[in-house]
């Protein structure tokens, strides 16, 4: 991906565009794919003319053909996999790429489990389709299409029964398979959640279910799914599989053969072998067809979704990677519609610099909401949020954050060390000015100690302790001191009006505490549900 992308001033790659990644490979092995079914035909046609009249030179050409069929197979299935490789680590990197530039909104709807399914689940089911695909195009379309030809070539007309197997199973993998999948499928995939969610609630309610004397209730009732999954699996299995995978082992192996042997008996040799060999090179490859449904039917279902992931709205960003006035942020008649209703509309102020600025209100009146689209991680209904004079979608990426640090709401750290956590702000600040920030926002601890073996209200000063060490102009903070007792509280505040004043820099706090917002320079009240100024 390139850096014009990172701007946003390129549409962000949809997957029609990830493809031609990996389309030269997938040529290159679907060419060798072909190559392959045909030395591995020409080594039955060998065998035939081996038959016929026991020349032993035929038999050395069926060996010689049946290497080069493996060696070109293997050549294909390697070309195929680099090439599906480089598609999924370009598409992996889109999706990363573009959860950067998602607006906070969108992003919040994109749940882990979500997340997950796209860049694990929905890549994986595109490599099994992409990477098989070579070799399924010449099991399915050249190897029968050539055999056919033999068929016809040896008995005429009549070979059209002998397709008559494959043609059987065709259609049950195609119609019949596909139909009771969606018939009982989603059955079984509600008694499965079922399953899952009654798991969920005994685990995560074994507390509550002990107090109130219902975890064996909540055992029965995880029971009971269970039984009922199992049950319903045996009995689909019992009707549907197990005789439909006879059927088609009976259709395959045993009437190939005897319509085969019907059509050819008559014959010499050579056409009663070419029949039944290249009878079965037709019906064999109708075992394969099954997975291969499968995969197209994923593969598809999984580019649909990235399909839809990719073709979401990115925050609008700009090439600008210097503002020339002074870092002023202000915010301009600006709106901002949730569902079509107004969180704030109308909305303008200018935060000083040098000062620490307190936005209030009562819940619900997007306090957190006016801090993102401060950062940039909003798209504005309506007007516009400027820093040094500048619009903020026409700064750069990196010019952005470079000038303005966001501290959210919350407890998440990284799964690493104090230092590492605190180094994501200032990667070349001293152990020495680390500890000093730590110690502005209230926490004595060790640098190598691993922030996942904090406290709730330790994580939260740990993260209030990056603006102590940021070079960045704005500063701002979503409820940092909500986990902090009082004393704490009092101390942390304090501490952040003192950053503002010697450093000149603009800090915007969130807080409901009013009694720290009224030690605050300024303070920007948010009424619920009307227009501000």
């Not at 002998?162 to 199973?169: E, F, K, R, S, Y």
């Not at 029965?220 to 799914?225: D, G, N």
């Not at 503002?323 to 600006?334: D, F, G, R, S």
């Not at 001293?430 to 709730?456: F, I, N, V």
């Amino acid at each position: 991906m390139n850096d014009s992308y990172l701007s946003g001033q390129d549409a962000p790659p949809n997957l029609a565009q990830q493809w031609r990644v990996a389309l030269p490979g997938l040529i290159g092995g679907t060419t060798i794919a072909v190559m392959a079914g045909i030395a591995m035909l020409a080594a039955l046609w060998f065998v035939v003319k081996f038959i016929g009249n026991s020349r032993w030179l035929w038999l050395e050409y069926a060996l010689l053909c049946w290497a080069a069929g493996a060696v070109f197979t293997a050549w294909s299935a390697w070309i195929a996999h680099q090439a599906e490789s480089r598609f999924a680590a370009v598409l992996r990197r889109s999706i990363a790429q573009h959860l950067i530039r998602l607006p906070i909104n969108t992003l919040a709807r994109q749940n882990e489990q979500t997340l997950k399914q796209l860049m694990t689940n929905d890549i994986g089911s595109l490599h099994h389709m992409l990477a098989h695909l070579p070799a399924e195009i010449a099991v399915f379309t050249v190897i029968p299409l050539l055999s056919i030809i033999v068929l016809f070539y040896f008995n005429g007309l009549s070979a059209i029964w002998v397709l008559l197997p494959g043609v059987i199973a065709s259609l049950y993998y195609l119609l019949l398979l596909p139909y009771m999948t969606r018939r009982d499928g989603h059955a079984r995939m509600q008694v499965m959640l079922d399953i899952i969610n009654k798991a969920d609630e005994y685990v995560r309610g074994i507390p509550v279910y002990r107090i109130y004397g219902q975890h064996s209730s909540a055992l029965t009732a995880y029971t009971q799914s269970t039984e009922r999954f199992t049950h319903d699996m045996v009995r689909w299995v019992a009707k549907v599989a197990t005789p439909a995978a006879i059927a088609v082992a009976l259709l395959q192996a045993v009437a190939t053969f005897a319509i085969a042997y019907w059509v050819s008996y008559t014959s010499d040799t050579t056409t009663l072998a070419a029949t039944l060999l290249f009878s079965l090179a037709i019906v064999t490859p109708v075992l394969r067809l099954g997975h291969s449904v499968d995969y197209i039917r994923t593969g598809r279902a999984a580019a649909g979704r990235l399909k839809e992931f990719l073709q979401q709205p990115l925050l609008p960003r700009g090439k600008i990677h210097a503002i020339k006035n002074p870092p002023i942020l202000l915010i301009h008649h600006a709106t901002l519609l949730q569902q079509d209703q107004p969180v704030w509309q109308d909305l303008s102020h200018t935060f000083a610099a040098g000062a620490l600025t307190a936005i209030t209100g009562p819940s619900g009146a997007g306090k957190t909401s006016l801090l993102n689209a401060l950062a940039g991680l909003v798209t504005l209904s309506a007007g516009s949020v400027q820093l040094g004079q500048t619009d903020i979608t026409a700064l750069h990426e990196t010019t952005i954050h470079q000038h303005i640090l966001l501290i959210p709401q919350g407890y998440d750290v990284l799964n690493s060390s104090v230092h590492t956590n605190l180094a994501l702000t200032a990667p070349q600040a001293s152990q020495k000015a680390m500890q000093e920030a730590l110690a502005k926002a209230q926490l004595s601890t060790d640098l190598a100690t691993p922030a996942s073996s904090l406290s709730g209200g330790e994580k939260q000063r740990l993260n209030i302790a990056r603006a102590f060490l940021s070079s960045a102009s704005v500063i701002l903070l979503d409820e940092p001191t909500s986990a902090l007792d009082e004393q704490h509280a009092q101390t942390v505040f304090q501490s952040l009006c003192k950053l503002a004043h010697s450093t000149h820099k603009t800090i915007v706090v969130v807080t409901h505490q009013q009694a720290l917002a009224e030690q605050a320079d300024a303070q920007l009240v948010l009424p619920h549900g009307r227009s501000v100024a």
